[in-house]
């Protein structure tokens, strides 16, 4: 059964940091892009970032271009997201997700998804 499991959301001011990190079992996980997707309440959600499988290349909404740094461990089966510079707009359910290309996880269509974990900025 292959999962994804997400880790280190929290409540955090504005202009603080954190690091979400999304721990993969039941697949070979190296082989495969992997990504963030975020949802703010009352919203769709949406694409953060991607990486692909052996993190040469890396894909990252305007949004938080030059604020956000999307990372893999292969050797662990994880990806983080380090979060600086969080603004308020930035409050959302994050999801990881998995998916065979950078371009098919940055359209939503990965092929598997994690839970999510809740980051709140408060101004």
């Known amino acids: 059964q292959v999962q994804l499991v997400e880790s280190g959301g929290g409540l955090v001011q504005t202009g603080g940091s954190l690091r979400l990190s999304c721990v993969g079992s039941?697949?070979?996980?190296?082989?495969?892009?992997m990504g963030w997707f975020r949802q703010a309440p009352g919203k769709e959600r949406g694409f953060v970032a991607a990486?692909?499988?052996?993190?040469?290349?890396?894909r990252y909404a305007d949004s938080v271009k030059d604020r956000f740094t999307i990372s893999r461990d292969n050797a662990k089966n994880t990806v983080h997201l380090q979060m600086n510079s969080l603004q308020p707009e930035d409050t959302g359910i994050y999801y990881c997700t998995s998916g065979s290309t950078t371009i098919l996880v940055g359209r939503g269509s990965g092929d598997y998804w994690g839970q999510g974990t809740q980051v709140t900025v408060s101004s």
């Open positions: 990486i692909r499988w052996n993190g040469a290349n890396t």
């Open positions: 039941g697949r070979t996980f190296s082989n495969y892009a």
